[in-house]
C-alpha cells in the first residue's frame, strides 16, 4: 500500500539502524526454530500438542518409505511421495527434521519476496525488506511451518516461478511451475498468466492499442493465444518435466499415487464444515446420486474468473496470480485455514502497488479476522458442545465469502488507483516533454 508504505518508510528513514535482509531472515529463522523447541517442550509436557497432525502422517508414509513400501499405505496421506522421501530422515536422523526443512523454505519465502520487489526500480531497498518482514515475522507461517505443515514448500516454489519469469529465465520458470503443479494442483491456476506474458509486448489485452478499425478483439484475442517462441518452451518444458516427475511416481507406486495425490483432490466432497460456501449444499446431497456432479459443477465460476483476470492482469504478474489464489481459494468448494496461506506468501508482493490507507488497511484486516472469528464459534459449539450448528456454519461462511470478495473489491481499486496516479505523472513527463 503506497500510503501505508511511504509512511512507514519515513519512520524507518529517522531509526538508527534498518535491518538488512540477511539480518531479516537470520531472525525469521532463529525465531522458528524457537518455536520448534518449544513445540518439543509442549508434545512431551502438554496434552495439547503443538505438531501438526500432518506431520506424523508425513512421518509414518516417510516411515513406509524406509521399508521398501508404498507411502499410501499411510491412511490420509494424499500427497507426492517426493514428500516422504524427503522426510525419510526423520526416521534415521532426528523425528524434527522435516519442521527444519519446512522452516527453512518458510524463510526462503521470505528472501524470495525480497529478490522479486528488488526488481522493480521503483522499490526501495527499505520497502522490499520491509515487505519481506510481513512474511518473515507473520505468526500465521512461522507457526504454521514450525508445527510440521508443508505449505512452506508451496510457498518457496511459488515464489520461485514467479522470480524466474520475471528475469527471464523461462526455462527455469517452466521446470519450477511443473514441481509446484505435481506437488498441489493449485499452481496450474498461474500457468495461462504466465503463458500470456512469456515473449508478449508488455501490454495487457484491454490496454492494447487497436490499431484502425481492423484490429478486432477476437483478432487481439488470438495474438494474445498465439504460441511463439517463448509461449512454446515455457509449455514444452513444464510439460515434460511433470510427466516424467508424474510417470515416475506412477511406475513406483501406481494407481495408488494418482487417486490419492491428483484425482482425490478434483472429485474431494468435503462434508465435514469448512469455509467454502459450497459446505452445506454438497452435506445434504452427500448420498445422492448428482452429488458428483455438483462438487464438478463448483469449478465452473472459479474457471470462467481465472480466464477473466489472467487476460486482464497478466502484465502484472505478482498482481495476476495473487488475484488468482485468491479467487480460487475463497470459490473453492472446500477451503480450509491453510489454503490461506496461498495467498498471503503473495500479498507482501502487491503491497507496493496499492494506494491504500493504513486505516482502510486495518479495517480489511479486521474485518478478515471477524470473518474467521464467526465462522470459528460455531465450529466450537458444533465440534466441542456437540450442537447442531451446520446451518450457522454455513452462514457464517457465506458472511466470511462476501467479506472475502469485498477485501478484493478493495484491492482491486486500490491497484486502479495506484496505475492511474503513475499514468497521470506519464502524461505530464510526456506534456513537459513536448513544451521543451
Not at 5 to 13: D, G
Not at 228 to 248: P, Y
Request: net charge positive; charged share 15%.
Amino acid at each position: 500500500m503506497q500510503v501505508l508504505l511511504t509512511s512507514t518508510s519515513q519512520k524507518h528513514n529517522m531509526l538508527p539502524i534498518m535491518p538488512s535482509i540477511g539480518i531479516s531472515c537470520m531472525l525469521g529463522l532463529v525465531i522458528r526454530l524457537t518455536l520448534v523447541a518449544y513445540g518439543e517442550w509442549q508434545d512431551r509436557t502438554m496434552v495439547v500438542k503443538y505438531t501438526d497432525v500432518d506431520y506424523w502422517v508425513f512421518t509414518d508414509a516417510a516411515r513406509y518409505i524406509t521399508q521398501g513400501e508404498s507411502p499410501y499405505r499411510r491412511a490420509t496421506y494424499r500427497y507426492t511421495p517426493l514428500l516422504a522421501w524427503l522426510l525419510t530422515p526423520n526416521i534415521h536422523l532426528t523425528p524434527i527434521f522435516g519442521k527444519l526443512i519446512f522452516i527453512i523454505c518458510d524463510v526462503l519465502a521470505g528472501y524470495f519476496i525480497y529478490k522479486i520487489l528488488k526488481l522493480r526500480k521503483t522499490v526501495s531497498d527499505k520497502t522490499a525488506v520491509i515487505c519481506s518482514l510481513l512474511w518473515l515475522c507473520n505468526p500465521l507461517p512461522m507457526t504454521v511451518s514450525s508445527r510440521g505443515n508443508a505449505e512452506s514448500i508451496m510457498a518457496m516454489l511459488v515464489l520461485g516461478t514467479l522470480y524466474a519469469v520475471l528475469k527471464k529465465r523461462t526455462v527455469m520458470c517452466a521446470i519450477l511451475l511443473a514441481i509446484s503443479v505435481h506437488v498441489k494442483i493449485y499452481p496450474a491456476t498461474y500457468a495461462l498468466p504466465l503463458y500470456f506474458l512469456v515473449g508478449s509486448s508488455g501490454k495487457s489485452l484491454a490496454r492494447r492499442p487497436i490499431r484502425g478499425h481492423q484490429r478486432s478483439i477476437v483478432g487481439r484475442t488470438f495474438d494474445l493465444f498465439w504460441p511463439n517462441a517463448e509461449r512454446l518452451c515455457l509449455v514444452v518444458v513444464a510439460a515434460s518435466v511433470f510427466v516424467v516427475l508424474t510417470g515416475a511416481m506412477y511406475y513406483c507406486y501406481g494407481w495408488d499415487f494418482l487417486q490419492e495425490t491428483y484425482l482425490y483432490h478434483v472429485t474431494r466432497r468435503d462434508v465435514r464444515h469448512n469455509f467454502s460456501p459450497y459446505f452445506y449444499m454438497l452435506y445434504l446431497t452427500a448420498e445422492s446420486s448428482y452429488s458428483f456432479v455438483l462438487g464438478l459443477l463448483a469449478f465452473i465460476p472459479q474457471l470462467v474468473l481465472l480466464i477473466a483476470v489472467s487476460i486482464q492482469y497478466y502484465v502484472d504478474i505478482t498482481f495476476c496470480c495473487f488475484v488468482n489464489t485468491f479467487l480460487f481459494v475463497t470459490f473453492n468448494k472446500v477451503c480450509t485455514s491453510q489454503y490461506f496461506l496461498w495467498y498471503l506468501c503473495l500479498l507482501p508482493l502487491i503491497v507496493p502497488q496499492l494506494k491504500m490507507k493504513i486505516a482502510d488497511a486495518v479495517e480489511l484486516t479486521i474485518m478478515w479476522f471477524l470473518g474467521q472469528g464467526a465462522w470459528l464459534l460455531c465450529a466450537y459449539y458444533l465440534e466441542f458442545e456437540g450442537r447442531n450448528t451446520f446451518i450457522a456454519i454455513w452462514m457464517a461462511g457465506l458472511l466470511f465469502f462476501a467479506i472475502n470478495i469485498y477485501i478484493l473489491h478493495r484491492i482491486i481499486e486500490a491497484k486502479r488507483e495506484q496505475m492511474s496516479d503513475i499514468e497521470g505523472v506519464k502524461g505530464q513527463d510526456d506534456s513537459s516533454d513536448k513544451i521543451s
